[in-house]
């Protein structure tokens, strides 16, 4: 089994843009040890700056558009985020969502082997994404998103369902959870109901001590 992910979604938080995203990034390098794959996964404008950091932490999008070079003004268009040193993105995240087409669009102009996270509201949901074929598909529950009760506590039938319809439809496809997720033992939880990591933002954007919150998240790995 390959390393459980430890995904942190930057969105637009104050505390993990512009420079406190290099802040974030350097709290999230110290923390990562080599139990767990540490993302970042940052703003289209701070990207750049993030990935050409010297880090273990692998920096990623949080959305891609499906659209070449050319006359697509304010798109996230691929290549160049590649460029920039993405090295994987998020998609269809419950802030920003994109409909089938966009994401098997998307999954079709990308190198092979470069790591997308489809995310889903439901079990349904995660079934036809995983139709697409994407590395990761994680599942978050928008209700629960930015709460303080993990979806792990909260649904935890919803991560091994999601697990086990996912693989159902493309056992390649890994599955993450997301929402409200906070401490090691959310992510204990997770990886014992069958996911393979965890998606969350709040829990170490808002944390008041963040490298507490990081080296928790990944004490029990
Ligand atoms: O992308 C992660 C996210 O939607 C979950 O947010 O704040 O509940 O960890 P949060």
């Not at 050409?52 to 268009?77: A, F, I, K, M, R």
């Not at 697409?132 to 598909?137: C, R, S």
Request: glycine share 8%; proline share 5%.
């Amino acid at each position: 089994m390959e390393r459980p992910l430890i995904v942190v979604n930057f969105k637009t938080y104050a505390s993990a843009s512009a420079t406190e995203a290099e802040r974030l990034l350097q709290a999230m390098e110290q923390a990562a040890g080599d139990t767990a794959t540490m993302v970042a996964v940052a703003s289209a404008f701070d990207l750049a700056v993030l990935a050409n950091q010297s880090t273990n932490v692998e920096v990623w999008s949080q959305h891609l558009d499906p659209v070449g070079l050319g006359g697509y003004t304010g798109w996230l268009e691929p290549q160049t985020a590649l460029t920039r040193g993405a090295k994987g993105s998020l998609i269809n995240h419950a802030e920003h969502k994109v409909d089938l087409d966009h994401v098997r669009s998307l999954l079709s102009m990308l190198p092979d082997g470069f790591p997308v996270c489809a995310c889903a509201a439901d079990v349904e949901e995660a079934k036809a994404l995983a139709e697409l074929n994407p590395t990761f598909i994680a599942v978050e529950p928008p209700e629960l998103i930015g709460g303080d009760i993990s979806v792990t506590t909260a649904d935890p039938a919803i991560v091994s369902d999601t697990v086990a319809a996912v693989k159902a439809v493309n056992p390649s496809v890994r599955v993450l959870c997301g929402a409200g997720v906070k401490n090691g033992m959310d992510v204990a939880k997770a990886l014992e109901l069958g996911a393979e990591g965890v998606l969350l933002a709040s829990g170490v954007t808002k944390a008041k001590d963040v490298h507490a919150v990081l080296a928790d998240l990944v004490a029990s790995l």
